[in-house]
Nanobody, 122 residues
C-alpha cells in the first residue's frame, strides 16, 4: 500500500482544514488507518484512527470534539476534518496504514505517507 497525504496549508486560528490520505492498491479496505502529527522539536504523536470499515474511530484527547476522521473505501481515501484549529495544531501530519486492526503506536504501522504541513497562525 502506498499512501499520499495532502490538503495541508496555512490557516488562521479558529479555522478549518480537511486532510486527505489517498492510497494505492486494491486491498485498502483491509487496512486500518491512522493520522499522526509531528511538531518541530517534538515526537510524532497519535491524532486519530479509523477501522477498516469506518465504523470505529479513535481520537487523541487533544483533538477530540474538533477533528473527525472518516474514510471512503470506494475512493481509497481517508479524511481528517480539522475544525477550531489553534496554533498548537501546527505540525506535519502523516497518515499510516496497519493491516486489519486499529493500533495506536506509531511503530506498529506498516505503511506511511510522506506528510503534509499544517500551519495555524494566531
Amino acid at each position: 500500500v502506498q499512501l499520499q497525504a495532502y490538503g495541508g496549508g496555512l490557516v488562521q486560528a479558529g479555522g478549518s482544514l480537511r486532510l486527505s490520505c489517498a492510497a494505492s492498491g486494491r486491498t485498502f479496505s483491509s487496512y486500518a488507518v491512522g493520522w499522526f502529527r509531528q511538531a518541530p522539536g517534538k515526537e510524532r504523536e497519535f491524532v486519530a484512527a479509523i477501522s477498516r470499515n469506518g465504523i470505529n474511530t479513535y481520537y487523541a484527547d487533544s483533538v477530540k470534539g474538533r477533528f473527525t476522521i472518516s474514510r471512503d473505501n470506494a475512493k481509497n481515501t481517508v479524511y481528517l476534518q480539522m475544525n477550531s484549529l489553534n496554533p498548537e495544531d501546527t505540525a506535519v501530519y502523516y497518515c499510516a496504514a496497519h493491516f486489519n486492526n486499529v493500533v495506536w503506536r506509531r511503530d506498529e504501522y506498516d505503511y506511511w505517507g510522506q506528510g503534509t504541513l499544517v500551519t495555524v497562525s494566531s
